[in-house]
């Protein structure tokens, strides 16, 4: 009966115990909410809607009140974990979460506007020359980002429309800080630009984003995007060319000993080999450079692609003639290497005998590999008969064969 009796008050007082602690508990949530009041009214402190108040100030105030929120929600969370373990109603703290919220979009708000004036303060003071323009846009577009957010959340803010101003002001500066930072400016694009701005000093190692602003550049922004847009354009070309020239200063087609079996005999001479390859490259690089004089931005390079384009025509009619005379001669050579044919045409072997003398005499020369335009030979290869030439001007035919001779030749002997 005595454990009994110790059981049941000992219940009793458990319960008590719980229903104290529930209510104490009830008190410091009450407790809890009011102090959150009091930091929700000091939120619209007049201070934080002011743009022209002290910054510094401003953020010091507002990470006063947005740390005593975090233990605030702290505490919340503790007594909901206490309420979840006793088995009575959780409490619900919807002003504590609206007033951490809108604290902290104000803190965000502030804490731009003073990052964006440090930043645009490094950039006016900066050389202009070392300027990133690729950072700025970078920076500018987070900024923009940071404006839409605040502006969303604070519609009534002056701050924001202050801060929103600044960034839309600068954005119109951007376009400039992109064009004038273009690594395709040479210094021909800097002598007009210098024109267009009205001061020489935009080279110097001196000049700053600032100066730049002063001199009311923006002003002059279309004529200061159409340099750009012209040094872009030329140095696109100027890349193209190059990668033409960079493929002939490598390329190159080989040369196979024929008609002996060492060099040194009698009978060896050079033929080349197969072209295909160089014909398909040379086709792109007519074609290439072709698109290039349709360009309105040649300007700067238009005699060095001109000739260009007379030295791949060149290659071309060189290539075509140089493998036709090349099949011809083999043809001849296979019929007239024949004794019969020799005894039985005296004459056309001897005219023969004339153009094999001097077609060899030629390829006994091209026994390198032979470099085309651009590399480290001249072209047309050395002692390669000029194929450019109008037949009509001259009767001999390449490689020496009279043409009245040649009309003499019986029609099997012809390919």
């Given at each position: 009966a005595q454990l009994k009796n110790t059981i049941t008050v000992s219940e009793s007082n458990r319960e008590a115990k719980m229903d104290r602690f529930i209510s104490e508990l009830t008190a410091e949530i009450e407790r809890l909410r009011q102090r959150v009041g009091e930091i929700r009214t000091q939120a619209q402190h007049e201070m934080i809607g002011d743009p022209d108040h002290n910054i510094d100030d401003v953020l010091d105030f507002l990470n006063d009140l947005s740390a005593q929120m975090e233990q605030h929600r702290e505490q919340a969370n503790t007594y909901t974990t206490y309420q979840q373990s006793f088995k009575v109603p959780v409490s619900r703290y919807e002003d504590l979460e609206e007033t951490y919220a809108d604290l902290a979009m104000k803190r965000l708000l502030w804490q731009s506007v003073h990052d964006w004036y440090q930043l645009t303060d490094m950039w006016r003071e900066s050389p202009f020359e070392a300027i990133n323009a690729d950072t700025v846009a970078s920076k500018v577009q987070y900024f923009t980002k940071m404006v839409f957010q605040v502006e969303r959340a604070l519609p009534k803010s002056r701050v924001v429309a202050?801060?929103?101003?600044?960034?839309?002001?600068?954005?119109?500066?951007?376009?400039?800080?992109?064009?004038?930072?273009?690594?395709?400016?040479?210094?021909?694009?800097?002598?007009?630009l210098q024109e267009i701005i009205g001061s020489r000093a935009v080279r110097d190692k001196s000049f700053t984003l600032g100066m730049l602003i002063e001199l009311k550049a923006i002003d002059r922004k279309e004529d200061i995007a159409q340099v750009s847009l012209e040094a872009s354009k030329?140095?696109?070309?100027?890349?193209?060319?190059?990668?033409?020239?960079?493929?002939?200063?490598?390329?190159?087609?080989?040369?196979?000993?024929?008609?002996?079996?060492?060099?040194?005999?009698?009978?060896?001479?050079?033929?080349?080999?197969?072209?295909?390859?160089?014909?398909?490259?040379?086709?792109?690089?007519?074609?290439?450079?072709?698109?290039?004089?349709?360009?309105?931005?040649?300007?700067?390079?238009?005699?060095?692609?001109?000739?260009?384009?007379?030295?791949?025509?060149?290659?071309?009619?060189?290539?075509?003639?140089?493998?036709?005379?090349?099949?011809?001669?083999?043809?001849?050579?296979?019929?007239?290497?024949?004794?019969?044919?020799?005894?039985?045409?005296?004459?056309?072997?001897?005219?023969?005998?004339?153009?094999?003398?001097?077609?060899?005499?030629?390829?006994?020369?091209?026994?390198?590999?032979?470099?085309?335009?651009?590399?480290?030979?001249?072209?047309?290869?050395q002692d390669v008969p000029d194929v450019?030439?109008?037949?009509?001007?001259?009767?001999?035919v390449p490689g020496g064969l009279p043409r009245d001779q040649e009309a003499q030749l019986p029609s099997f002997l012809l390919p």
């Open positions: 202050r801060f929103k101003a600044l960034v839309d002001s600068f954005k119109s500066v951007l376009p400039i800080v992109i064009d004038l930072r273009n690594p395709s400016l040479r210094p021909r694009h800097w002598d007009r030329e140095a696109q070309l100027e890349e193209s060319l190059k990668k033409v020239q960079g493929i002939w200063a490598q390329a190159e087609f080989q040369v196979l000993l024929h008609g002996g079996k060492e060099q040194g005999s009698r009978e060896a001479f050079y033929i080349i080999g197969g072209v295909d390859e160089i014909v398909a490259a040379l086709e792109d690089a007519i074609v290439t450079v072709s698109t290039l004089k349709g360009s309105r931005y040649i300007g700067p390079i238009k005699g060095e692609v001109e000739e260009w384009d007379r030295q791949l025509h060149l290659m071309a009619e060189t290539i075509e003639a140089w493998v036709a005379c090349q099949r011809d001669h083999m043809y001849l050579e296979s019929i007239f290497g024949a004794a019969d044919i020799q005894r039985q045409l005296p004459q056309e072997y001897k005219m023969f005998l004339s153009v094999d003398k001097a077609w060899k005499d030629v390829m006994l020369h091209q026994g390198q590999p032979q470099r085309l335009p651009g590399g480290d030979h001249p072209w047309p290869p450019q030439r109008d037949p009509g001007e001259d009767t001999q």
